[in-house]
């Protein structure tokens, strides 16, 4: 689908060979990180509390007023590069006011500016408030790690305090499938996100056929990121996170666009296996490898306080406000002068690499020193 901007533009399709929230484009066009993604969380409230949830801890059942929306356009006006904006909770869509006040003028700006858009959601709500989303939306994100009802019963209201009945939790999984064919049908582009983790490792190909079943036109895998609900959780191998990495390629439809991020798999890694499946994904047809935008290229924007993060995530502290300073400043101070940073601002151009995901890198990894390391071409 071809859509176009209010300047009367063609905005380009997006596609595995344009995806704009991937940090190495930005990278190789101005030869450095630069600010060109903006998400920004729009909620603490949700209607689920998955087992998995990395921004588990920050979910809350009331909360304050938002920033005025007015800084908030104004923060992105100053954003020089900017390409792209992602709008992420809770449930972004938790609250119709939301919907209406500022997730619709919000994509709007991103429409009228001629910048992509993506929303995070589970999609178990009313259609009608998805629906308001279709004129301006670029990538609705959905996360699918079931098998069915039973599995999504079981993880996704895992940390909720009280039980929540099995027949409600299946009217909610119906839903999400029927919303999903609904709005594929209009035109959305959905992409389903699957975790790999110790849960759905073995099922992948099954969740794979169910994500095309419900029309998405991306299915993206990333492994579990260890904050929040998911600290604690068991963790899967590197053997077994390639093993099932592998029994997915060797099962999916190569016709649909397949987007892995935030792999724990480099060129500059130790064995051969680990080198031979990065080989794989980058030849396989209409599969793409997506570095990690957080700190990259990105930055979040948490809409209540005005604090600037690296990522959505609570792991990491804020490191600016937007009430203090513009988002490129706040950007720059990161990239040339926060600690942690430094661990893990690498890069490899011949193996379109820039560095791990810092909390998929402690988990793997602690204490490498990926500066130190270099792509092994084989
Ligand atoms: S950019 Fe970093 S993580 Fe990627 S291959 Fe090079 S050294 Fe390894």
């Known amino acids: 689908m071809t859509v176009i901007n209010n300047g009367g533009s063609t905005l380009r399709d997006l596609s595995p060979s344009y995806d704009p929230w991937d940090p190495i484009r930005s990278l190789r066009k101005h030869g450095r990180h630069r600010l060109t993604s903006v ?30 929306l007015d800084l908030m356009l104004r923060r992105l006006d100053e954003v020089e590069h900017l390409e792209t904006i992602s709008i992420t909770g809770g449930e972004p869509s938790f609250r119709r006011q939301t919907v209406d006040n500022v997730i619709v003028p919000l994509l709007r700006y991103a429409r009228e500016r001629g910048i992509r858009s993506q929303i995070n959601s589970n999609l178990t709500l009313d259609l009608e408030r998805y629906e308001k ?30 039980p929540v009945p ?44 169910t994500i095309l079943e419900m029309g998405c036109r991306r299915h993206e895998v990333h492994p579990m990121y260890p904050s929040a609900f998911a600290a604690n959780l068991p963790v899967l191998s590197l053997d077994e996170m390639r093993v ?18 935030t792999l724990p798999f480099f060129a500059c890694g130790s064995t051969d296996e680990e080198r031979a499946l990065l080989r794989r994904l980058h030849a396989s047809k209409n599969v793409t490898v997506r570095n990690d935008p957080d700190g990259r290229s990105r930055v979040n924007v948490n809409m209540f306080t005005g604090d600037v ?70």
């Open 39 to 68: 998400e920004m969380t729009v909620t603490n409230l949700c209607n689920m509390r998955c087992e998995h949830c990395a921004v588990g801890d920050t979910l809350v059942l009331n909360e304050p007023d938002m920033i005025p």
């Open 133 to 162: 989303l279709l004129p301006y939306l670029d990538v609705m994100h959905i996360s699918f790690n079931y098998t069915g009802p039973e599995n999504f019963h079981q993880t996704g209201f895992a940390n909720s305090g009280h």
């Open 166 to 209: 099995y027949a409600a939790a299946e009217k909610m999984y119906t839903r999400m499938i029927d919303n999903a064919k609904s709005l594929s049908r209009s035109g959305m582009l959905i992409s389903a996100e699957t975790m790999i983790n110790f849960r759905t490792h073995e099922h992948l190909p099954q969740m794979h056929r």
């Open 244 to 261: 099932a990495i592998h029994d997915l390629l060797d099962h999916r439809d190569e016709n649909v666009w397949m987007l892995f991020g």
């Open 309 to 378: 993060f690296v990522t959505d995530f609570a792991a990491i502290p804020s490191f600016g406000s937007v009430y203090r300073d513009n988002l490129d400043s706040i950007f720059e101070e990161w990239t040339t002068n926060h600690p942690l940073n430094r661990t893990v601002d690498c890069h490899c151009d011949a193996a379109s690499c820039c560095g791990p995901n810092l909390l998929v890198a402690d988990m793997y990894y602690k204490g490498v020193d990926f500066k130190s390391r270099r792509a092994i071409m084989d």
